[in-house]
């Protein structure tokens, strides 16, 4: 266990109805992420957020919402969505760890929800 | 050119000898970097980070760094079944990652 967990973690869902993925760290981490895997492709990245601020958003189709209400919750929300938009969708928190004088970031990704869409 | 790349696999060893995965980066201000593991059907896990040039040994794993070259290893001593996985080199920059698209290890027994 990361620390990091998701929920659902399988999600069926027709291409009409709408979802949401939610993603809940109490790390004290201040940095969140969405990833998108999809079979046999690297890790895309999809939004980042940092103090709850959305700091990048890799050009992802706008049926894909985030949603970051405080740093520890981050949200997905899903409508509309196509059936290519079938993957493991990831989300990830980053900290801040002191390790002797210096900072040093640590990482941890949740279990991910494997998404199917029909 | 791709931000991060790692050497092609899949890469096959037999049990207990090392397997030796390369990562190179374009980004030369990166700051941190890190090396997963993933399983099948499984999320990535964090089994070894670096940040300064030089090695950094961590039990049967040692990654290597050098900034000059922009270039991150991974070395898996005495490889065991149980380290088949994919292994992903990811690079920091500020708050962003990028991956690499992963080298597939199988350890023959």
């Known amino acids: 266990e990361t620390g990091v967990t998701q929920t659902p973690r399988h999600l069926v869902m027709g291409m009409t109805n709408k979802k949401s993925l939610k993603c809940e760290q109490h790390?004290?981490?201040?940095?969140m992420y969405w990833y998108k895997q999809s079979a046999k492709k690297p890790l895309e990245l999809m939004f980042v957020?940092?103090?709850?601020?959305?700091?990048e958003n890799n050009s992802v189709p706008s049926r894909f919402s985030p949603e970051c209400p405080n740093s520890s919750h981050l949200f997905l929300h899903l409508h509309t969505l196509q059936p290519e938009d079938s993957a493991l969708y990831l989300c990830?928190?980053?900290?801040?760890?002191?390790?002797?004088?210096?900072?040093?970031?640590?990482?941890?990704f949740g279990p991910g929800t494997r998404l199917l869409v029909l | 050119q791709k931000e991060v790349e790692q050497n092609s696999g899949p890469l096959s060893v037999p049990e207990g000898a090392i397997a030796s995965l390369n990562c190179t980066y374009s980004?030369?201000?990166?700051?941190?970097f890190f090396w997963y593991r993933q399983y099948s059907g499984k999320s990535p896990e964090l089994i070894m980070s670096?940040?300064?040039?030089g090695d950094k040994e961590d039990g049967r794993f040692t990654a290597q760094l050098n900034k000059a070259s922009q270039y991150v290893s991974l070395l898996i001593r005495d490889s065991q079944p149980s380290d088949s996985a994919t292994y992903l080199c990811?690079?920091?920059?500020?708050?962003?990652?990028?991956f690499g698209a992963g080298t597939t290890v199988t350890v023959r027994a």
């Open positions: 670096i940040y300064s040039n």
């Open positions: 990830a928190s980053i900290g801040r760890r002191r390790a002797r004088l210096l900072e040093r970031e640590t990482q941890y």
């Open positions: 957020y940092s103090l709850e601020e959305r700091v």
């Open positions: 980004d030369r201000v990166s700051q941190s």
């Open positions: 790390l004290g981490h201040n940095a």
């Open positions: 990811a690079v920091k920059n500020d708050y962003k990652l990028s």
